[in-house]
DNA sequence: GGCTAATCGAGACGGTACGTCAAGTCTTCCA
DNA sequence: TGGAAGACTTGACGTACCGTCTCGATTAGCC
């Protein structure tokens, strides 16, 4: 079907190299003061290598944050807000605690100056928050929680997007209850029944 | 107490037309592709004469942002729900048609290289639509439609951070009744009494 | 002596080709913007193929300027000086209109890389001048026009150094009765007699 | 006349270092290994202000090679032969044992890539010794050495063009007596009355 | 009215990174 | 083994801005 491979082929260990060095350079220098002339020297590679397999800084850094997405098992606490406390208060322990911040704010520097990989980067780990979501929000529905005819778009967005706001576009402080009160008031929304 | 002010003074002019030409900039070419250079040659200064007022392209941005708010009236239309309606939608349809997508997008910009001058953006425009919501707000309670109670962040933040995350972070695309939607859900987690 | 020939034999179609196209690469396009690349792809040939032959590309270069070497008779019109103005009008002609010029640059790019190439080149065009010019010397002397005694080596370095200088390192423009001119200046240099 | 100096002036030094260092970069890389790059750092200086005076590496050579022309007294030895012979003898000397040989082959280089600035470089070292040979043959002429209507041109290109010929194009060594065999039949040429 | 001081335009300067090109070597598959 | 394809390192290309600096020419207030 596809064409067989000719020529030397790519060596994979200079993929992985170079997406960790990328990962790296986020987390410690923020996606302004990363180049790729310093990802290509922190992972040990000439610069055309990168530009080999990545045609700018903007791809590179998707790339990189994609890779960084890891599985986290749903929570399965017994009730919708049990669930969405966990994943809402993960998050934000994610976003201030872990290098999901650092990650998020370079994708979107890199979805500003190229609007048109949005795409490519929805695929990506907000995409795997969505599905948690509307894990937890079937079971809720499933017992009965939620009627069914809830604004399921709606469950993520109240949700994750005021975290976001506040975490990621202003940079304001996030209180350590926050999580719960925002679930608290979106669960009401939702005409939860408890 | 302020020394008298020696030398030449600045010109007014000059102020006016380096954060008009770096508003037109922050528009037409977006955050990372403006650079100090071009706002002062499209501003028809010298790079010093920038220099000499913001230390660098973020804090140009910054101010060039804040000239951008313009005073809009507090809708007052009789109930909660009608208010909340017309802040989102305005604000969706700005964002959407006119520049201020292009504004918040690289305010964020301007943050994530320089997140030091946050308090400085707070300030601006963000603040302007909590104040708008609080006015709202505290007209519904004098209504008694709102519980005295209510938690007053979360009416700011649900309703404007669903609408950041998918037109800002994400780009994606916002259907024409999300606002509506997103008012009614949230409007029950406050506890509406209508 | 040398061992049996093992494996497949190399491809004499594709020598041909790779000196054509070097040839073709010189006359269009000059030494230093010829790239071994650009043959390789000119002749349809990998790289490595061109890199099997020539170590680099001076040698690739002084191979193809050799291939360029055409065979012409000797004149014979009867005097010295009738035959070395043929000889001399020649050389400018083609220095001017055909591809010697472009061959003869390239060929001095090529030493001014790698010196010690030099006797390597030394045994191609310029000493097929040199015996050239030998053979009508011979000739002369045999007639009397010259005495035997003559500085066989100032007739050749007179002639042609001259045509070389304004030609080739100062990209001088060449008078039409330039080589005349030459010509009879040096006959009397050389004690014709006439 | 000439508009008013504007902007801050270009620092004399500046100058001095980068032509002091390509020429240093000539005489002991050679021309093809020389690399603006390498300039800019052998003189301290940074690439762009190197390229802010010259386009490219062919200009910069050229104005390195023309700073190199050293100005030499003009021989007044009594006799043409004497003078020509001094000249001549001098130049291939510096050819081979001074830095004359790099200046050339480089200028050569410089005017192989560049053949539109030929007459930029016509104006340097060739001149300062066509016009030395102009002086020791006027004053042949007027001490009746030379008839009045001497072909002036052929002086020069004869006496130069062998050397340049055997020095520069064809690397061959140039014996002890060359240059006095030279100039004995080039006189013989001019119709040297002694 | 001259002095002092800051503004303003212009552009040089040392830097850093850009994205591209070619050099020459190496690795893999196919014939 | 030869040949084609292409990955890989290396190094330079010429460009764009960065933020600092040094000029000369204004343009004020103060003595």
Redesign the interface.
């Known amino acids: 079907m596809s064409s067989a491979p000719r020529g030397r082929p790519r060596d994979a260990d200079v993929d992985a190299r170079i997406v960790l060095a990328a990962r790296a350079a986020i987390i410690d220098t923020?996606?302004?003061a990363l180049s790729v002339e310093g990802v290509a020297a922190r992972a040990g590679v000439a610069k055309t290598t990168v530009y080999r397999r990545y045609p700018g800084k903007a791809e590179l850094v998707l790339a990189a944050v994609a890779s960084a997405i890891h599985e986290a098992p749903v929570p399965d606490l017994g009730s919708l807000r049990l669930d969405l406390e966990r994943l809402v208060d993960d998050h934000i322990h994610q976003l201030q605690h872990g290098h999901l911040g650092a990650m998020?704010?370079a994708l979107?520097?890199a979805?500003?100056?190229r609007?048109d990989l949005?795409p490519l980067?929805?695929g990506g780990f907000?995409a795997e928050r969505k599905r948690d979501v509307d894990v937890v929000v079937d079971r809720a529905i499933a017992r009965g929680e939620l009627p069914p005819g809830v604004?399921r778009?709606?469950v993520f967005?109240?949700c994750?997007?005021?975290?976001?706001?506040?975490g990621?576009?202003?940079?304001?402080p996030i209180a350590r209850d926050y999580g719960h009160?925002?679930v608290a008031?979106?669960?009401?929304?939702?005409?939860v029944v408890e």
Request: hydrophobic share 50%; aromatic share 10%.
């Open positions: 923020g996606y302004d998020v704010r979107q520097l979805l500003a100056e609007p949005a980067a929805s907000l604004d778009e709606m967005d109240l994750f997007g005021a975290v976001f706001m506040r990621i576009v202003m940079h304001l009160r925002l008031t979106a669960l009401r929304g939702y005409g």
